[in-house]
């Protein structure tokens, strides 16, 4: 309907209108598109985000992938960690997203518990949320100790994308959200990592809170793209939260959790607090709603009627006498 509508407008009139049909027209990304972009050294653009609202967003901005994440957990639900997410809280999710974006590749994050066990119990999670969330790949969190796991969905037709350095899956062993790679050992572990995910079959690889230059190592020795996240500006592509870009949230159980690599291009949080206040008190003073916001009008004839029928058949119903309510708070004991 959009594509339709927006393509009736004359040409070069309306500059934003002919931007928003361009991307309509773009075609769908797949995974092989990322690799193809990692050969021709363009940028790869990537973001987290977990509703329709915010997907439609994403999608006619023009980004490259959209990450349905497990963060949703902390950004959208309140949660300390991402470890409660459950595997029906993503595919919920998923399927909002779906709706919302159809050019971006879309990858679902495997919540924790997803695939940690048995490769075929791994498998059939993410079947699940291929077939119910509707998303094109899902992303793994781990090195060489999931290797097989992504080996098998691969072979079973899932593309997987991989998630080495910072995982917060694995907070409870890692002691909490920290940096990793920053000795040469914690770096060349995370590069066997990577290796170990590339030579399974993942098509690309986050790296997540490690030093630049370890960034840049990995990239340089892998084939396939990587995609940074506080990792500087080494790697193959970039992805950051929707919320966290934007300024979305202001409220202090979120910004203890936005990371501080993150750039805010927005500051939509405020706006919306702002607006927010201004309603709040425009109903308090009896500013909002005025005539103005009262469309839905009634004819004089109409209104003649009302008036009489009012007075005729309802003015005596509550003028009955009745108990006189009083309102007290009384002690039980």
């Known amino acids: 309907m959009l594509r339709r509508l927006l393509s009736t407008l004359p040409p070069r009139q309306d500059p934003v209108a002919n931007r928003t049909l361009k991307l309509l027209e773009r075609k769908k990304v797949t995974t092989l598109d990322i690799g193809i972009l990692k050969r021709k050294n363009k940028p790869i653009t990537m973001v987290t985000a977990y509703d329709y609202p915010s997907a439609v967003h994403v999608d006619l901005a023009g980004f490259d992938v959209l990450l349905i994440g497990d963060s949703v957990g902390m950004v959208e639900l309140g949660m300390d960690t991402t470890i409660p997410v459950t595997l029906d809280d993503i595919i919920y999710h998923c399927k909002a997203v779906a709706r919302g974006a159809k050019r971006p590749l879309l990858v679902a994050d495997m919540p924790f518990g997803t695939c940690e066990g048995h490769r075929f119990d791994a498998l059939k999670n993410a079947q699940r949320l291929m077939k119910e969330g509707g998303v094109d790949c899902v992303k793994v969190e781990g ?48 590069i066997e990592d990577a290796l170990a995910v590339q030579n399974a079959g993942a098509f690309a690889v986050v790296i997540e809170c490690v030093p630049s230059v370890v960034a840049k190592a990995v990239t340089d020795i892998l084939d396939i793209p990587t995609i940074g996240i506080g990792s500087g500006p080494n790697t193959s592509g970039q992805v950051l939260v929707f919320h966290d870009l ?12 936005v990371p501080k690599f993150c750039k805010k291009y927005a500051d939509v949080g405020e706006s919306i607090r702002v607006g927010l206040e201004n309603y709040r008190e425009d109903v308090e003073n009896n500013r909002f709603p005025n005539e103005e916001y009262a469309p839905y009008k009634m004819s004089s004839d109409e209104q003649v009627k009302l008036k009489a029928l009012v007075e005729t058949k309802y003015s005596n119903n509550n003028k009955n006498d009745e108990e006189e309510f009083i309102s007290e708070v009384s002690k039980v004991y």
């Open 246 to 257: 934007l300024g979305m949230l202001t409220h202090p159980h979120h910004a203890q959790f």
């Open 143 to 190: 090195g060489a100790e999931r290797a097989e796991t992504i080996k098998t969905l691969v072979e079973g037709g899932i593309a997987v994308m991989g998630h080495v350095g910072l995982r917060p899956q694995a907070i409870s062993v890692l002691g909490g959200f920290r940096a990793q790679g920053r000795t040469a050992k914690q770096a060349e572990q995370i």
